[in-house]
């Protein structure tokens, strides 16, 4: 997959993008991210990207004209198979699902904003879809672009290593992340769940199932809204809630 972003900062990248799972996708060539200035496709000497908005205002916004360059220039000899993704705080949330959508596609362009906005022709006429990370307001889209590409990266084949490791995330499929052990067997008095060191496979499976969903019900009750459960989950939930009534 390649990605382009679109950033007026394209330092903030570096170190990011330099460490980690992002780092070895990319020198396994699973991965090419590219960062684009707009300023460098301004055609003023003072490579000016934004200006007074009109009908006055506080704040300055960019300026449409760099930006389709720019977008432009980066889809040039691209693939078809593109999503173009401006980050905004009025965008459609961000979630897990969003984040496999966007694994499907070969090339991702991100357009960062900043100062007060973006010329709305942007929106309008240039852009496939708006995101937001959250319901609040960041200095600009680069730390968005940033939360999009880590979680679309660890959706895209062999980046992760195990081909099933994105499956166990949480979110992944509607459900919290079950509790993870590790060494030592104890410490300091707490121990690791006997059922994990038990070596039955189907038994832990289906504890770590019921911890998913005991989790999920614990903290995030409301994504039970927008999951479809099995009968064997149905079966674990009505466990869990019996344990929860007698105290077990």
């Given at each position: 997959?390649?990605?382009?972003?679109?950033?007026?900062?394209?330092?903030?990248?570096?170190?990011?993008?330099?460490?980690?799972?992002i780092?070895?996708?990319?020198e396994?060539?699973?991965?090419?991210?590219?960062?684009?200035?707009?300023?460098?496709?301004?055609?003023?000497?003072?490579?000016?990207?934004?200006?007074?908005?009109?009908?006055g205002?506080?704040?300055m916004?960019?300026?449409?004209?760099?930006i389709?360059?720019?977008?432009?220039?980066?889809?040039?000899?691209?693939?078809?198979?593109?999503?173009?993704?401006?980050?905004?705080p009025?965008?459609?949330?961000?979630?897990?699902d969003?984040?496999?959508q966007f694994?499907?596609?070969?090339?991702?362009?991100?357009?960062c904003?900043?100062?007060?906005?973006i010329?709305?022709?942007?929106?309008?006429?240039?852009?496939?879809?708006?995101?937001?990370?959250?319901?609040?307001?960041?200095?600009?889209?680069?730390?968005p672009a940033?939360?999009?590409?880590?979680?679309?990266?660890?959706?895209?084949?062999?980046?992760?290593?195990?081909?099933?490791?994105?499956?166990?995330d949480?979110?992944?499929?509607g459900?919290l992340?079950?509790?993870?052990?590790t060494?030592?067997?104890?410490?300091?008095?707490?121990?690791?769940?006997?059922?994990?060191?038990?070596?039955?496979?189907?038994?832990?499976?289906?504890?770590?199932?019921?911890?998913?969903?005991?989790?999920?019900?614990?903290?995030?009750p409301d994504?039970?809204?927008?999951?479809?459960?099995?009968?064997?989950?149905?079966?674990?939930?009505?466990e869990?809630?019996?344990?929860?009534n007698?105290?077990?």
């Amino acid at each position: 997959m390649k990605i382009d972003i679109l950033s007026l900062f394209p330092d903030m990248f570096v170190g990011p993008f330099g460490h980690s799972i992002i780092k070895r996708a990319q020198e396994a060539g699973l991965l090419t991210i590219n960062v684009t200035n707009p300023r460098d496709f301004t055609t003023d000497k003072h490579k000016i990207v934004d200006d007074y908005p009109f009908g006055g205002g506080s704040g300055m916004v960019m300026k449409p004209e760099p930006i389709f360059r720019a977008v432009e220039n980066v889809l040039s000899g691209g693939s078809a198979n593109r999503l173009i993704v401006l980050m905004c705080p009025g965008g459609t949330p961000f979630n897990q699902d969003k984040a496999k959508q966007f694994a499907n596609y070969e090339q991702l362009v991100l357009i960062c904003g900043h100062y007060e906005g973006i010329d709305e022709r942007v929106r309008q006429y240039l852009i496939d879809e708006a995101i937001s990370i959250g319901d609040y307001v960041l200095t600009g889209g680069e730390l968005p672009a940033m939360v999009v590409v880590d979680a679309v990266a660890r959706m895209l084949p062999g980046v992760l290593g195990a081909c099933d490791a994105a499956a166990y995330d949480s979110f992944y499929n509607g459900l919290l992340e079950y509790p993870q052990y590790t060494r030592p067997r104890d410490f300091n008095g707490l121990a690791v769940p006997e059922i994990l060191l038990s070596g039955d496979h189907a038994k832990i499976e289906r504890w770590r199932r019921k911890q998913s969903l005991k989790n999920t019900l614990e903290r995030r009750p409301d994504l039970f809204d927008k999951i479809k459960l099995n009968s064997n989950d149905a079966k674990l939930l009505a466990e869990i809630l019996a344990e929860e009534n007698t105290g077990g």
